[in-house]
C-alpha cells in the first residue's frame, strides 16, 4: 500500500495515514509490512544523523520504523505511558513533550513528515531511557568531587532491544534502578508532593529551644509540625509531654541528630526546614542512585554515606557492621569525592606517606619557621633516605622546588592510626584509623584532609578477614604486636561506595535526612531545576 501511495495527493494520502487506532489520543496506520518509500527513510536518516547511534540502528534496519505504523501501537502506548509518568522519577517532563508527539500523530500529511516523527520519536525515546537509566546530569560538570563514573548504556542496544522486546512497558519499567531504595523514593516524592499542594507542614516553630514539660504556642507549634510530618498523632495539647517528647527523639533519630527529646537550636533547624528542601534531597537521591544504577554493589560491600558519617559493611542487603566515620573538610581540595572501587588490602602498623598538597601548604611553612617543627614526621629524599632537620635551609625553598618528601613511621601517634584500609584510586583516598578519636563525638565530622577516619577501625578488620582467617581477631593481633608495617591482602577484593546521600529511606520506608555538609545537593538540584525538573507548586 505505502509504495502504491507515491504520487498520491495530500489529502488521500491523509485519509491513508490514518486509516487506524486510535493510540493514547493519536491515530496511525494499519499497515505493517509493505516496503518503505523513499522520502519516509530519507526523513528518518535526517532526523536522527546528530545521533551516530540511532543513525546505526535505523541504517541496520532498513529504516523500517517503530513507532509509526499500526503493528507498533502496543510499543507507542507504552512509551507514552512512561513519558506521562516520567514526573514520578524526578525527571524533566517538559522536555520531552509528549503533548506535542501525540499531536502530531493526528496531523500526519506526507511519508516525510511521519519519517521525521519517526526520527523525534526515537530521540525523545534514547533522552528518556538515557536520564531514567543514568541520569539527566553529568556529575563531573557540576562538581569536582563527583568523581563517579557512570556506566552509561550504548543507545543503539538499548532502543535495538526495546524493539525486539515483547513486553515494551516491562521494557521501560526496567530502565530505571531496580533498588529497592529507589522504589521507596518515589513513594516519598509521591508522597511529598501530595503534603506540597495541601499546604505542606504548616508554620514554622517560633524558638531556639524547647523542652519536655513547657507549654504555649511554640509547642504547639513543634507539636502540628510534627504531625503533619507524621511524627505524631492527633493531639490538642499545649504541653511538651511524653508524647510529643517521643516524637522529637524519633525525627532526632532519622536525622542524625543526638536523641535526647529536647528540640534544640539544631534539632529545630531541621524540624523548620521546608518541604520544597526536603522534596529537592529526594530528587538528588533519585538522581544519584541512577548514577549507580549497572554497578554491582556486591553481595558483601562497604557502604560509606559521606553525609551520615558512617561506613557500613552490607552482607546480601543486610547491615553486620557499622561504624562513625570522619570525612573530608568543607574546603575545595579536602571534600571527600564520591566513587566506587575494592577494596585490595589493609595495612597493619602503617606509615604515612605525607601527600605533597600537605608537606608544601602546611608542613614547609612550619619549618621555615621552626626547622623542628612536626619532628614526629621524617624528612625523606628521593632515594628514601631520612635526611636529619639539621641539614636543610628550609627558607631556600618554595612549595615548587622543595625536593624533600615527609613520612611519618609505624606509632601509636600515626596520622593514620594502627591500620589502613586501600582501595587503590588516583584520588588516594582511603579508609583509616586515627588518633584523634575525640572528633567522633562531634555532630557534624567534616575534619580530614579528604580520607576517611574510622571509629571502629579494629572491628572493621576483623569483620574483613573474617572470610579468609580462622581467629581473626588473634591474626590481626598478631600483626599488630610486631610493630611492623605489614599488608595483608583481602582474598576476595570487596566493593567500596563512598555515596552523599541527604535523603534514604530506612528499610520500612521511612525517611531520613542529613545535612548538605559540602553543599552538593544544592548545587545539584540547582542543575536538575536548570535541566527541567520542577517541584510541585504549593497552593497560595
Given at each position: 500500500m505505502w509504495g502504491a501511495m507515491r504520487g498520491v495527493g495530500g489529502a488521500a494520502l491523509l485519509v491513508a495515514l490514518m486509516a487506524g487506532t486510535a493510540i493514547g489520543g493519536t491515530m496511525a496506520p494499519t499497515v505493517t509490512d509493505a516496503p518503505m518509500m523513499d522520502g519516509f527513510a530519507q526523513a528518518v536518516a535526517e532526523g536522527v544523523a546528530g545521533d551516530e547511534r540511532l543513525a546505526a540502528f535505523y541504517a541496520g534496519r532498513s529504516y523500517a520504523p517503530i513507532w509509526t505504523t499500526g503493528a507498533d501501537a502496543d510499543r507507542r502506548a507504552a512509551f507514552f505511558a512512561a513519558l506521562d509518568n516520567a514526573g514520578a522519577h524526578g525527571l524533566p517532563v517538559a522536555?520531552?513533550?509528549?503533548?506535542?508527539?501525540?499531536?502530531?500523530?493526528?496531523?500526519?500529511?506526507?511519508?516525510?513528515?511521519?519519517?521525521?516523527?519517526?526520527?523525534?520519536?526515537?530521540?525523545?525515546?534514547?533522552?528518556?531511557?538515557?536520564?531514567?537509566?543514568?541520569?539527566?546530569?553529568?556529575?563531573?560538570?557540576?562538581?569536582?568531587?563527583?568523581?563517579?563514573e557512570i556506566p552509561r548504556r550504548d543507545t543503539a542496544e538499548l532502543i535495538a532491544g526495546f524493539a525486539a522486546a515483547e513486553v515494551p512497558a516491562r521494557f521501560l519499567r526496567d530502565l530505571a534502578p531496580n533498588a529497592p531504595q529507589y522504589a521507596q523514593l518515589m513513594r516519598a516524592r509521591l508522597n511529598l508532593a501530595t503534603q506540597m499542594t495541601q499546604g505542606g507542614w504548616?508554620?514554622?516553630?517560633?524558638?531556639?529551644?524547647?523542652?519536655p514539660g513547657e507549654s504555649g504556642a511554640a509547642v504547639i507549634a513543634l507539636r502540628h509540625r510534627l504531625q503533619a510530618m507524621g511524627y505524631l498523632g492527633r493531639s490538642a495539647s499545649p504541653r511538651y509531654d511524653a508524647a510529643l517528647q517521643k516524637a522529637v527523639q524519633q525525627y532526632q533519630l532519622d536525622l542524625g541528630l543526638k536523641s535526647d527529646g529536647v528540640a534544640g537550636e539544631a534539632t529545630l533547624a531541621e524540624i523548620n526546614r521546608s518541604p520544597e528542601e526536603r522534596m529537592g534531597a529526594i530528587l538528588v537521591a533519585m538522581e544519584r542512585l541512577r548514577w549507580m544504577n549497572g554497578i554491582d554493589l556486591g553481595a558483601r560491600h562497604i557502604w560509606v554515606n559521606i553525609t551520615d558519617f558512617s561506613a557500613r559493611i552490607v552482607d546480601h542487603g543486610k547491615t553486620t557492621f557499622e561504624t562513625v566515620t570522619v570525612v573530608g573538610q568543607n574546603q575545595a581540595d579536602r571534600r571527600t569525592p564520591e566513587f566506587s572501587d575494592e577494596m585490595e588490602m589493609m595495612v597493619i602498623n602503617p606509615s604515612w606517606s605525607v601527600p605533597r598538597s600537605i608537606t608544601v601548604k602546611e608542613y614547609l611553612p612550619m619549618m621555615q619557621r621552626n626547622p623542628n617543627a612536626a619532628a614526629h614526621i621524617n624528612?625523606?629524599?628521593?632515594?628514601?633516605?631520612?635526611?636529619?632537620?639539621?641539614?636543610?635551609?628550609?627558607?631556600?625553598?618554595?612549595?615548587?622546588?622543595?625536593?624533600?618528601?615527609?613520612?611519618?613511621?609505624?606509632?601509636?601517634?600515626?596520622?593514620?592510626?594502627?591500620?589502613?584500609?586501600?582501595?587503590?584510586?588516583?584520588?588516594?583516598?582511603?579508609?583509616?584509623?586515627?588518633?584523634?578519636?575525640?572528633?567522633?563525638?562531634?555532630?557534624?565530622?567534616?575534619?580530614?584532609?579528604?580520607?576517611?577516619?574510622?571509629?571502629?577501625?579494629?572491628?572493621?578488620?576483623?569483620?574483613?578477614?573474617?572470610?579468609?582467617?580462622?581467629?581473626?581477631?588473634?591474626?590481626?593481633?598478631?600483626?599488630?604486636?610486631?610493630?611492623?608495617?605489614?599488608?595483608?591482602?583481602?582474598?576476595?577484593?570487596?566493593?567500596?561506595?563512598?555515596?552523599?546521600?541527604?535523603?534514604?529511606?530506612?528499610?520500612?520506608?521511612?525517611?531520613?535526612?542529613?545535612?548538605?555538609?559540602?553543599?552538593?545537593?544544592?548545587?545539584?538540584?540547582?542543575?536538575?531545576?536548570?535541566?527541567?525538573?520542577?517541584?510541585?507548586?504549593?497552593?497560595?
Open positions: 522536555h520531552y513533550d509528549a503533548a506535542g508527539l501525540r499531536a502530531r500523530f493526528a496531523s500526519i500529511r506526507s511519508e516525510r513528515e511521519r519519517g521525521l516523527l519517526e526520527a523525534d520519536m526515537s530521540r525523545t525515546w534514547a533522552a528518556y531511557a538515557h536520564d531514567v537509566s543514568n541520569g539527566v546530569l553529568e556529575p563531573k560538570k557540576i562538581d569536582p568531587g563527583l568523581v563517579r504548616g508554620a514554622t516553630v517560633p524558638a531556639k529551644v524547647l523542652r624528612l625523606v629524599d628521593s632515594r628514601g633516605r631520612t635526611v636529619p632537620r639539621s641539614a636543610v635551609n628550609f627558607a631556600a625553598y618554595t612549595a615548587k622546588t622543595f625536593p624533600f618528601a615527609m613520612r611519618q613511621p609505624p606509632s601509636d601517634g600515626n596520622a593514620l592510626g594502627l591500620v589502613k584500609f586501600l582501595f587503590p584510586n588516583p584520588w588516594n583516598i582511603y579508609l583509616h584509623d586515627t588518633p584523634s578519636k575525640s572528633l567522633f563525638s562531634k555532630d557534624v565530622r567534616t575534619f580530614s584532609h579528604g580520607c576517611v577516619r574510622v571509629g571502629k577501625p579494629f572491628e572493621l578488620a576483623y569483620a574483613l578477614l573474617a572470610p579468609q582467617a580462622p581467629d581473626p581477631e588473634a591474626y590481626f593481633q598478631r600483626i599488630l604486636a610486631t610493630g611492623q608495617e605489614t599488608t595483608v591482602r583481602l582474598d576476595t577484593p570487596v566493593p567500596v561506595h563512598l555515596v552523599y546521600f541527604t535523603a534514604w529511606p530506612t528499610a520500612s520506608g521511612r525517611m531520613e535526612y542529613r545535612r548538605d555538609v559540602y553543599g552538593r545537593d544544592a548545587a545539584l538540584f540547582a542543575a536538575l531545576e536548570k535541566a527541567g525538573v520542577e517541584l510541585p507548586v504549593l497552593p497560595n
